[in-house]
């Protein structure tokens, strides 16, 4: 089951997050297969958590599997998502998407 932010128990629809993200995803290389997969595994993190879920860590389950897919689809679907309100928002939220995590170099090695 799926809590929305209105309070309403609604059951969870995987075909409702294929939908979201094909939005998303459109005129990108992402197949049909691809969305299939996405919605797949959003549902199993989902049920690993238990057997009711919020509409908010649905949200973030996309964008997560989503960030793994496709960079352009992720900005797409985070810029509604979140609400973006301008070109700042995007600005902020691409550089947390490329946002290099590896390790540092140490002076002295090459």
């Not at 929305?4 to 979201?20: A, H, L, M, W, Y």
């Not at 199993?44 to 496709?70: C, F, K, M, P, Y």
């Not at 797409?76 to 979140?82: G, I, L, P, T």
């Amino acid at each position: 089951m799926v809590l929305k932010r209105s309070g309403q128990r609604v059951p969870f629809d995987p075909n409702k997050i294929i939908t979201g993200v094909q939005a998303a995803a459109k005129s990108r290389p992402v197949s049909a297969d691809d969305l299939t997969s996405l919605a797949q595994k959003v549902e199993d993190s989902l049920r690993l958590a238990g057997n009711e879920t919020t509409s908010e860590a649905i949200g973030l389950a996309v964008l997560s599997q989503l960030r793994e897919l496709d960079h352009v689809a992720y900005l797409r679907f985070a810029s509604v998502y979140k609400g973006f309100e301008g070109p700042a928002d995007f600005e902020r939220e691409a550089a947390v998407l490329t946002k290099s995590t590896a390790p540092k170099s140490r002076e002295g090695e090459a």
